[in-house]
T-cell receptor, first 116, second 111 residues
């Protein structure tokens, strides 16, 4: 049973460039989440997929951010025209439905983005 | 605005002692509570979940939930230097799938 994987693990880019991150969830998990974490803070929710459907997006997810999960398996998160404030750890988590409760989410290793 | 509050610490305890980590939350509709451990530069790792009032034990870890007081805690018995990390409290409400995290408590276990 492999865990959640993310690629790349580190990304350094210049302000104004576009970047794309990939997340591969645990194979039997149909729910996938993206979070962002800055230094000294807990993760903040960005968006959530059930299978290929994007069901919820945070107000933190500006128009420069887009996420996809085309076949209900891996997901990509793209940031266009990066800004220095986008520098953070981008975390992906996956889960299976847990009845009436919030899913138990398992995190990948994260992608650390540095915008120069 | 749903809030989850944790003391940022740092909290230092000697090796072998009990470490007590606390968390309060603002949304009375919250139903799911999780503790994650995060080592510096790494991603959060699930320790345990709790859904009902009372205590839940898993090895050296005990989670305690009091919904009336909107309070959840994590006790770590026989603390080890390898327990030194940031501990994140996460809360989910029944209507929302995402977790709301506190900012974490940094724990240092001194040898």
């Amino acid at each position: 049973d492999t865990g959640v994987s993310q690629d790349p693990r580190h990304k350094i880019t210049k302000r104004g460039q576009n970047v794309t991150f990939r997340c591969d969830p645990i194979s039997e998990h149909n729910r996938l989440y993206w979070y962002r974490q800055t230094l000294g803070q807990g993760p903040e929710f960005l968006t959530y997929f059930q299978n290929e459907a994007q069901l919820e997006k945070s107000r933190l997810l500006s128009d420069r951010f887009s996420a996809e999960r085309p076949k209900g398996s891996f997901s990509t998160l793209e940031i266009q025209r990066t800004e220095q404030g986008d520098s953070a750890m981008y975390l992906c988590a996956s889960a299976t439905p847990s009845g009436g409760y919030t899913d138990t989410q398992y995190f990948g290793p994260g992608t650390r983005l540095t915008v120069l | 605005q749903k809030e989850v509050e944790q003391n940022s610490g740092p909290l230092s305890v000697p090796e072998g002692a009990i470490a007590s980590l606390n968390c309060t939350y603002s949304d009375r509709g919250s139903q799911s509570f999780f503790w994650y451990r995060q080592y510096s530069g790494k991603s959060p790792e699930l320790i345990m979940s709790i859904y009902s009032n009372g205590d839940k034990e898993d090895g050296r870890f005990t989670a305690q939930l009091n919904k009336a007081s909107q309070y959840v805690s994590l006790l770590i018995r026989d603390s080890q230097p390898s327990d030194s990390a940031t501990y994140l409290c996460a809360v989910g409400s029944g209507s929302a799938r995402q977790l709301t995290f506190g900012s974490g408590t940094q724990l240092t276990v001194l040898p």
